[in-house]
């Protein structure tokens, strides 16, 4: 990956290696935004008064750190991929039953994706510290913290 001036005083060689980690997780996040909105629109059953719109407040939240997953790339001197075909070809999530509708079905789709979110997003985190960027650390921390949270609720839905 070509790297451009950057404000960041890490070598350019980091930088370039940190971008693609980023670009790597920006597919994993657009493509789960893409997959929890399905799972929001087509949900029925009991229980879809409680999911529906807990399914739009995690979509809105991946949105926002998407966007600073992106937008990170690009401060290191990157560039932030995100058209459908390129997360169809990059994301590491499998693709989504979209036929699927009823609603803890949903939630267990979720969850086991959002387990690969968090594992790529972990290791990333591990391979950016080993450059000492504190900064884009604490940045996937907080997409950790945030998502093992929501999984939290998914999970505990599925208890019997
Ligand atoms: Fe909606």
Known sequence: MTVYKSPSPLPEKARASIAEALNARLADGLDLHAQIKVAHWNIKGPHFAAFHPLFETFAVSLAAHNDSIAERAVTLGGKAYGTARHVASHSRLPEYPQDTTRDLEHVRLLAERF??????????????????????VD?????VTEFEKHSWFLRASLES
């Open 139 to 143: 940045l996937l921390t907080a997409v």
């Open 115 to 136: 387990d690969t979110f968090l594992t790529g997003m972990r290791e990333s985190r591990e391979a950016i510290e080993v450059h000492g960027d504190t900064d884009t």
